[in-house]
Antibody, heavy 121, light 110 residues
Framework: EVQLVESGGGLVQPGGSLRLSCAAS????????MNWVRQAPGEGLEWVST????????YYADSVKGRFTLSRDNSKNTLYLQMNSLRADDTAVYYC??????????????WGQGTLVTVSS | NFMLTQPHSVSESPGKTVTISCTRS????????VQWYQQRPGSAPTTVIY?????PSGVPDRFSGSIDSSSNSASLTISGLKTEDEADYYC?????????FGGGTKLTVL
């Protein structure tokens, strides 16, 4: 059974940093790209970032480019999202999602339960 | 980049059939696969359709997906509606470097 468990969310001040983690199990982690998708309160889903299965390629939405860094440790089956220079409009539930393919954003087939990030003073 | 446009809301009665559209603003809808996600209130999204028309295991065959090149759109059709189908539905596709979500459609089953 595929499981994705996010952690690391919380309250942070504007300009601050936070690192989200996503622990994966139930599939061969290194064979698949992984995504972060976020949802601001009362809003729709927004694609944030994707990393290829090998970790050699990363892709970012314009809204987070230069501030967020996506990485993975295939030996630990864990995905990380380092978020710097956080802004109020980064407030959202962040979902970790397994991609259908291995190398670039395509589509998600499994989702975690999400972790809430609140950026506020 | 392109956009995916969905109706804000749809409603239908239990037992009936409903179709939710997703129109691509530029480029061909057939050039990249479309996925559909269901999100019930207070829950994480789940995948109901991937690669235009494929159903993940466990998703009932009441859910089906299709694309129409003439209208440059994808559609999610739910037949035999149940009250448990009441949820937000999102279409999603991609280009070479980004994922793109539609704005979501609220399905009310009344």
């Amino acid at each position: 059974e595929v499981q994705l468990v996010e952690s690391g969310g919380g309250l942070v001040q504007p300009g601050g940093s936070l690192r989200l983690s996503c622990a994966a199990s139930g599939f061969t982690f290194s064979n698949y790209a992984m995504n972060w998708v976020r949802q601001a309160p009362g809003e729709g889903l927004e694609w944030v970032s994707t990393i290829s299965g090998s970790g050699g390629a990363t892709y970012y939405a314009d809204s987070v480019k230069g501030r967020f860094t996506l990485s993975r440790d295939n030996s630990k089956n864990t995905l990380y999202l380092q978020m710097n220079s956080l802004r109020a409009d980064d407030t959202a539930v962040y979902y970790c999602a397994k991609d259908i393919y291995s190398y670039a954003p395509r589509g998600c087939d499994y989702w975690g339960q999400g972790t809430l990030v609140t950026v506020s003073s | 980049n392109f956009m995916l446009t969905q109706p804000h809301s749809v409603s239908e009665s239990p037992g009936k059939t409903v179709t939710i559209s997703c129109t691509r603003s530029s480029g061909s809808i057939a050039s990249n696969y479309v996925q559909w996600y269901q999100q019930r209130p207070g829950s994480a999204p789940t995948t109901v359709i991937y690669e235009d028309h494929q159903r993940p295991s466990g998703v009932p065959d009441r859910f089906s997906g299709s694309i129409d090149s003439s209208s440059n759109s994808a559609s999610l059709t739910i037949s035999g509606l149940k009250t448990e189908d009441e949820a937000d539905y999102y279409c999603q596709s991609y280009d070479s470097r980004t994922g793109v979500f539609g704005g979501g459609t609220k399905l009310t089953v009344l």
